[in-house]
C-alpha cells in the first residue's frame, strides 16, 4: 500500500508563499503524483500532477504561474511550491499517487495522504 503524509500546512498573508512537502515512497507502476486541494463546501479538485518518469506536469488553471509541483528523487519527496497565495487558495491539501494517465480528476486516484490546511488570509 502507497504510504503518503503531508507535511504541515499553514497559515499565510495574501501574497504569500508556503511549500508542501509528502514523502511519495514510488511503488510498482503508480507513477502520477499530484496535489489536489478541498475547500469546505466543494469537491476535491486537482491543482498539480506530475509523471514519475517523464517529469511532465500538468497544472490547474487556476494556479498556473503560481505553483510549481516537483519530486526530489533522491528522497522519494513530492513538494508544492506555493506562490502569489490568494484566499481562493485557502483549502485542505492532499497528496495523492496512481497509475497513468496522470490527470487532475481525483477520482482516479486511489491513494491519498491524510490532507494538510492551507489558510490564506487577507
Known amino acids: ?15 504569500g508563499s508556503l511549500t508542501l512537502s509528502c514523502p511519495a515512497p514510488i511503488y510498482p507502476n503508480r507513477y502520477c503524483m499530484g496535489w489536489f486541494r478541498q475547500a ?38 513530492l513538494n508544492l511550491q506555493m506562490n502569489s497565495l490568494q484566499p481562493e487558495d485557502t483549502a485542505m491539501y492532499y497528496c495523492a499517487a496512481d497509475r497513468p494517465p496522470c490527470t487532475l480528476v481525483a477520482a482516479r486516484y486511489n491513494y491519498w495522504g491524510q490532507g494538510t490546511q492551507v489558510t490564506v488570509s487577507s
Do not use: C
Request: proline share 2%; no cysteine.
Open 1 to 15: 500500500q502507497v504510504q503518503m503524509r503531508e507535511s504541515a500546512g499553514g497559515s499565510v498573508q495574501v501574497g
Open 40 to 77: 469546505p463546501g466543494k469537491e476535491r479538485e486537482g491543482v498539480a500532477t506530475i509523471h514519475h518518469i517523464d517529469g511532465s506536469t500538468y497544472y490547474a488553471d487556476s494556479v498556473k504561474g503560481r505553483f510549481t509541483i516537483s519530486q526530489d528523487n533522491a528522497k522519494n519527496t
